[in-house]
């Protein structure tokens, strides 16, 4: 069983910055990926930023420079660091989990473990 609480969500100028944390609860001896997303009103769910049990991360080309993924594995906690956002940031970000396999892709549906999601709006 995996949970995962967001947090760190709220109302921003363009040109500012948020700090999302996951905090996740997990069994210790599976490797997992973690990873944030986001969903807009009337889009669909899209991936931000990933990063591996070993620490390897990657990110959506529309955010890559201006947000860090990371995580404290002493403190089970996941972190997005978003810097310099825009308006068409605002959307509910979604931390994730995905058990690692050996045909792991990366794709949403690879994440089976979803949190309840936490809003950010970026106002012009």
């Known amino acids: 069983q995996v949970q995962l609480v967001e947090s760190g969500g709220g109302s921003v100028q363009a040109g500012g910055s948020l700090r999302l944390s996951c905090v996740w609860s997990r069994d210790p001896y599976t490797m997992y990926y973690m990873g944030w997303f986001r969903q807009a009103p009337g889009q669909e769910r899209e991936g931000v930023a990933d990063?591996?049990?070993?620490?390897?991360?990657s990110y959506a080309r529309s955010v890559k420079g201006r947000f860090t993924i990371s995580k404290d594995n002493a403190k089970n906690t996941l972190y997005l660091q978003m810097n310099n956002l825009k308006p068409e940031d605002t959307a509910i970000y979604y931390c994730?989990?995905?058990?690692?396999?050996?045909?792991?892709?990366?794709?949403?549906?690879?994440?089976?473990?979803w949190g309840q999601g936490t809003q950010v709006t970026v106002s012009s």
């Open positions: 990063i591996s049990s070993d620490g390897r991360t």
């Open positions: 994730a989990a995905g058990v690692a396999t050996p045909n792991w892709r990366g794709s949403i549906g690879d994440f089976g473990y």
